[in-house]
């Protein structure tokens, strides 16, 4: 397996510019989420899903938009970039939740994304 | 939205020593996991607590949840240089759905051969 496996794995942007940052598990997880990460700082959660046909919004959601129309793929858009979205850009998925809160959540390598 | 503090931001130490890092937060945890993050990589899971008191030992890494389940710890004893990483907990709690994590800011540890 490959487990989560994101594209691309670096990118430069000019403001205004759009993209999409692809996210893709084997695991057959339900549950998919998008983080980034700012230098020095630990995650914040921009939007998750808990299966296919069913996105919400984390914690930091504007500027950005998902979808997830597969229960592999969870794609996060940047429709008009702007500096302060520089940040390393991480997905995840875990399996179902309900357990305890005893999930794992597995992270792909992230994705540097710098806005200029 | 709960807020979890890690304590210190920064741990420089030499190879052998011992060292602890925090957790805490002014809300309970239904549960709490900590996570290593090494440069270029996504975080992967050392452990998960769920019990209020509940130890659990990974070779030379300890990991304490508090009694009251509102704080917790990671021991490193003898560190390695392969310790080296950014150090982060996670957790659910009785304010938010058990589908979604929050993490801490973060320990960064260096350890000097």
């Known amino acids: 397996n490959a487990g989560v496996t994101q594209t691309p794995k670096f990118r430069i942007l000019k403001i205004g510019q759009s993209m999409t940052l692809q996210c893709a598990q084997d695991?057959?997880?339900?549950?998919m989420y998008w983080y980034r990460q700012d230098p020095g700082m630990g995650l914040k959660l921009i939007y998750y899903?808990?299966?296919?046909?069913?996105?919400d919004k984390g914690e930091v959601p504007n500027g950005y938009n998902v979808s997830r129309s597969t229960t592999e793929d969870f794609p996060l858009r940047l429709e008009l970039a702007a500096p302060s979205q520089t940040s390393v850009y991480f997905c995840?998925?875990?399996?179902?939740?309900?357990?305890?809160?005893?999930?794992?959540?597995?992270f792909g390598p992230g994705t540097r994304l710098l806005v200029l | 939205t709960q807020l979890l503090e890690q304590s210190p931001q920064f741990l420089s130490i030499q190879e052998g020593e011992n060292l602890t890092v925090y957790c805490n937060s002014s809300?309970?945890?239904?549960?709490l996991q900590w996570y290593r993050q090494e440069p270029g990589e996504g975080p992967v899971l050392l452990v998960t607590?769920?019990?209020?008191?509940e130890v659990k030992k990974l070779k030379r890494l300890t990991f304490q949840f508090g009694d009251a389940r509102k704080d917790s710890s990671l021991h490193i004893t003898a560190a390695q240089p392969g310790d080296t990483g950014l150090y982060l907990c996670?957790?659910?709690?009785?304010?938010?759905?058990?589908?979604?994590?929050?993490f801490g800011t973060g320990t960064r540890l260096t350890i000097i051969p």
């Open positions: 995840a998925s875990s399996s179902n939740s309900g357990t305890g809160g005893q999930e794992t959540q597995y």
């Open positions: 695991m057959n997880h339900n549950y």
């Open positions: 899903s808990v299966g296919a046909g069913i996105t």
């Open positions: 809300s309970v945890f239904s549960s």
């Open positions: 607590v769920v019990t209020g008191g």
């Open positions: 996670a957790s659910r709690g009785p304010n938010f759905g058990n589908e979604k994590l929050t």
